[in-house]
């Protein structure tokens, strides 16, 4: 495709940037983010020692210049096993959210396009599968599929579909009965090209903008999956193991619990502004207004 | 359409939903990769043929899947779960005797989420982009982001480590809990006139539904700041203020009946949530309910008691939303349009 600056798909992208680039709370937050995936890429070249490496002489050390972070119940390095951590939260997270819109997207468009019995059904199976508390159902699945990290992911993506289904159907449903739609069955395109190629385009943002919401709920889920032990597996270091460990030890040692916490709010709330300010600039009511600003 | 046509609707979609969710925990018992014989009888039972065609016989294992389907139904509609492998009693006895925890701990939550949310979204959007404001939202935003059991272990070092205050479970270590009446510690100890097992359970409760509805909180606080401030855009506020209503009138008279419809419809999902989210809250205060049970079930291979509780949790979640929809059909005319 050529960038042709004055087509019109080309024109809304490039004033979303200005008006997203605007905030300075959601600069931050997104180099935030970039931040957090530069330390999981390059945990094992930053990393001071090996996150799984139990040092017996140097257990619960202070912060020292031996461990910039002291170190845990076994002498491991509190800093290396943190960047480790990093990997399993920015990437696994992701993992699970591209999930969800594979499974997703393609359903919530069939179901909104082709209406009838088969909408019917496939609602009524994301009504029951949005009927379980989330944690509950993933905890089940990640539980039958064997603990770890994959199988926690994809039981949250399992869990996390329905919503993003439901998205993409309420955009297919508005945008069907408008004139380019119509315009494209004249001209004698077949339902297929009609769905992906004419409709689909127009369901990106919204996709976008519930898979940038989603990751911080996913984030939080997958450390809670691996704090009750169906997720990550110890002695691999992720957040939510970290936080499970250091909980024995809370009363003399609380930042082993604390710092991961801490790092996770912070990756977790870089999302969630990205997110707010993604709608916004989005929004086609606000985005004059935010640009005229 | 007419209110009862509407609820009747609703009803009826409540009820397929639930099947949906039996049928739904039915496939994944099949998917299990343990035969369930073998768990009950043992390795030693096991070695007796017999044995194991009479269990098997019994449970209808040997017959065509829509009859065990129909059994299963039957068994899950008279309570019947099958034994815990784990506490060896049957598993509706022990989720009995942890509902009232769970319970008690969700709707003490979601009170103390909605004594806060409320106030400082309304607060937050009377003083809209003043100190009260920015300090309330990011607070909020704050406790979102945040995983609920690491609020909570926080909040036990801050409070019980640091401050002495109260610690985990559900009472202090040797004091007896109150006679069983409802199973809620703070009911039954007042029907039993023991202040001080009440006071404890206060206190010992107080931790572990903050953290529970931290998230609720956050997210009531915004929609209720969100939802004022449309309000007061409106034009018959507009007219009210004109009339030389004072404010206060203005604010709380007029807008905020408006504005507090979008909080209340989300009530229902809330409280589903803090279901779900007691699994970890539970764990971390162990706090002796059924997301507590859950968690040990897990790490005991005890599939009856994992099963049987997700199922329950789910149809409570469910009972509860439908419900809140038919209650809110019945406040809000204008949702039956819809």
Not at chain 1, 64 to 89: F, V
Not at chain 2, 139 to 163: A, E, K, N, R, T
Not at chain 2, 289 to 315: E, H, K, N, S
């Amino acid at each position: 495709m050529k960038f042709d600056k004055e087509s019109p798909r080309v024109r809304e992208l490039l004033l979303t940037l200005k008006v997203f680039g605007k905030s300075k709370m959601a600069m931050i937050s997104l180099g935030i983010l970039l931040l957090f995936f530069a330390i999981a890429i390059l945990a094992p070249w930053i990393s001071p020692y090996d996150p799984t490496e139990t040092h017996t002489s140097d257990l619960f050390m202070p912060p020292c210049p031996k461990y910039p972070l002291g170190t845990d119940h076994l002498g491991r390095d509190n800093l290396s096993r943190i960047l480790y951590g990093a990997r399993y939260s920015m990437f696994a997270s992701l993992l699970v959210v591209a999930v969800t819109v594979i499974i997703g997207m393609p359903i919530g468009a069939v179901s909104g396009y082709f209406g009838g019995k088969l909408d019917e059904i496939l609602m009524r199976i994301t009504d029951v599968i949005l009927s379980f508390p989330g944690i509950t159902l993933a905890l089940l699945l990640a539980y039958i599929m064997g603990r770890g990290i994959y199988s926690a992911a994809l039981a949250l993506s399992l869990v996390g579909w329905p919503s993003m289904a439901r998205i993409v159907r309420g955009v297919v449903l508005s945008e069907k009965g408008k004139d380019y739609v119509i315009a494209a069955r004249i001209i004698g395109k077949s339902d297929f090209q009609i769905l992906f190629g004419e409709i689909m385009p127009n369901c990106m943002y919204p996709v976008i903008i519930q898979a940038v919401m989603m990751m911080g709920t996913v984030i939080i889920s997958l450390a809670g999956l691996s704090f009750i032990g169906v997720g990550v597996q110890p002695p691999e270091p992720d957040w939510g193991v970290i936080i499970a460990e250091g909980r024995q030890y809370l009363l003399e040692y609380p930042w082993l619990s604390i710092l991961p916490g801490i790092l996770m709010i912070t990756v977790v709330l870089a999302y969630n502004l990205v997110g707010d300010r993604l709608r916004d600039a989005l929004d086609p009511r606000l985005r004059g207004e935010l640009a005229a600003k | 359409m007419s209110l009862l046509y509407y609820i009747l609707r609703r009803i009826l979609l409540g009820i397929i939903v639930i099947f949906g969710v039996l049928t739904l925990v039915f496939i994944i018992t099949k998917l299990i990769p343990q035969n369930p014989v073998a768990v009950f009888l043992g390795t030693e039972g096991m070695r007796d043929p017999a044995l194991v065609k009479q269990v098997t016989e019994q449970w209808k294992l040997d017959r065509p899947i829509w009859e065990q389907y129909i059994y299963y139904v039957g068994n899950v509609l008279r309570g019947e779960f099958g034994r815990s492998s784990w506490s060896r009693g049957p598993v509706i006895q022990d989720l009995a005797a942890r509902f009232p925890a769970t319970v008690e701990l969700s709707i003490f939550a979601f009170i103390i989420a909605m004594c806060i949310a409320i106030p400082t979204g309304i607060l937050s959007a009377v003083y809209r982009d003043k100190p009260v404001d920015h300090f309330s939202r990011v607070l909020s935003v704050i406790g979102i982001s945040g995983p609920p059991f690491w609020w909570g272990i926080l909040f036990l070092y801050i409070f019980y480590f640091i401050l002495g205050f109260a610690g985990s479970g559900r009472l202090s270590e040797g004091m007896t809990p109150p006679m069983h009446v409802t199973g809620f510690y703070l009911i039954d100890s007042l029907i039993e006139g023991r202040f001080d097992t009440f006071f404890d359970a206060l206190k010992h409760i107080f931790l572990p539904a903050l953290t529970l509805g931290i998230g609720a909180t956050g997210f009531t606080s915004r929609l209720t700041r969100s939802a004022l401030l449309e309000v007061l855009r409106k034009d018959y506020i507009k007219t009210a203020r004109m009339k030389g209503l004072k404010e206060r009138v203005v604010i709380y008279r007029h807008a905020l009946r408006n504005a507090l419809i979008a909080p209340v419809t989300y009530m229902g999902l809330l409280f589903g949530s803090m279901l779900g989210g007691s699994v970890l809250v539970e764990t971390v205060f162990t706090w002796r309910g059924m997301g507590q049970y859950i968690v040990t079930a897990v790490f005991a291979t005890d599939y009856p008691a994992i099963l049987a509780t997700t199922l329950v949790i789910a149809i409570i979640y469910t009972v509860s939303n439908l419900v809140v929809d038919i209650l809110y059909t019945i406040i809000d005319p204008r949702v039956r349009v819809a």
